[in-house]
């Protein structure tokens, strides 16, 4: 058995990244709005643009991507006590359907924990599905009071 590596995915990769975004959406059960190509090559595109503020990372077994997740980095208003300050947001955690329930999802999110420490965040914030909040409470993350949020109506998606 190969052991399991977590990194930043190489340029080449990206399209792969694109690629198990795309089996989520139809896992979920939705019908995505654009082809499967057109979808790679934005995603590739995005990817590349938003280089600086979205941090990915995947899980490799060998050359196998058997998962992803991203950190968004999020510029902080300064303060007298902190003139650069960023938080930083889990998104886009995926593990290959074949693969769950085998603690690769928590092997990403400890990647990214990291990332952020390195990176200096404040703190790091996650909006997660019911059945992964499990996954985040052992990683460190707890629910907080003073965390809100306002649905937006009829949000692009």
């Known amino acids: 058995m190969e052991s399991l590596t977590v990194r930043p995915p190489e340029e080449e990769e990206i ?5 198990l975004r795309w089996q989520w959406i139809l896992e979920k ?5 654009t082809g499967r190509d057109e979808f790679v090559s934005a ?3 995005w990817a590349r643009e938003n ?13 196998e991507i058997l998962g992803m997740a991203w950190l968004a980095l999020v510029p902080r208003v300064p303060t ?6 960023s938080s930083g947001d889990v998104q886009g955690v995926y593990v290959v359907a074949h693969e769950r329930g085998r603690g690769h999802g928590g092997r990403l999110i400890a990647a990214l924990l990291r990332l952020a420490e390195d990176l200096g965040l404040e703190r790091v914030t996650v909006h997660s599905s019911e059945r992964a909040v499990p996954v985040y409470e052992r990683s ?11 649905g937006i109506p009829n949000p692009a998606r």
């Open 51 to 63: 280089r600086s503020s979205h941090r990915p990372v995947i899980l490799l077994r060998g050359r």
């Open 140 to 150: 460190g993350f707890t629910a907080s009071p003073r965390l809100l949020q306002a």
């Open 29 to 33: 059960g939705a019908s995505p709005s």
């Open 43 to 45: 995603f590739a595109r």
């Open 80 to 85: 007298p006590l902190a003139v650069e300050r």
């Open 15 to 19: 399209p792969a990244l694109a690629e």
